[in-house]
């Protein structure tokens, strides 16, 4: 660490400890969108519906506390919904 003084060397401890929590936040969320694109690709509507949800709740999760911008988790959202919609209509 590099800070010398008090209030700095907590600043650099937050900021590592914010930066851990954000990666993990990201890493939940790609495995959920993983999951819910594993589902539709293997035509099982119900738990693509459950993943769907899974993803959207930790997609609104981390727009509240700043991980990812508001309007990115809206976007995913929304793409993931329409694919969602795509196939529903399909099958």
């Known amino acids: 660490m590099l800070a010398n003084i008090k209030s700095a060397v907590k600043r650099a401890r937050q900021a590592e400890e914010q930066r851990r929590r954000n990666v993990s936040n990201r890493s939940a969320i790609k495995t959920a969108i993983r999951r819910f694109e594993a589902a539709l690709t ?15 709740i930790l997609l609104d ?31």
């Open 42 to 56: 293997a035509g099982d509507m119900t738990a693509a519906k459950a993943a769907l949800r899974r993803t959207t």
């Open 61 to 91: 999760k981390a727009a509240a506390k700043g991980v990812i911008h508001k309007n990115k988790a809206a976007r995913k959202k929304s793409r993931l919904a329409k694919q969602l919609a795509a196939v529903d209509t399909a099958s």
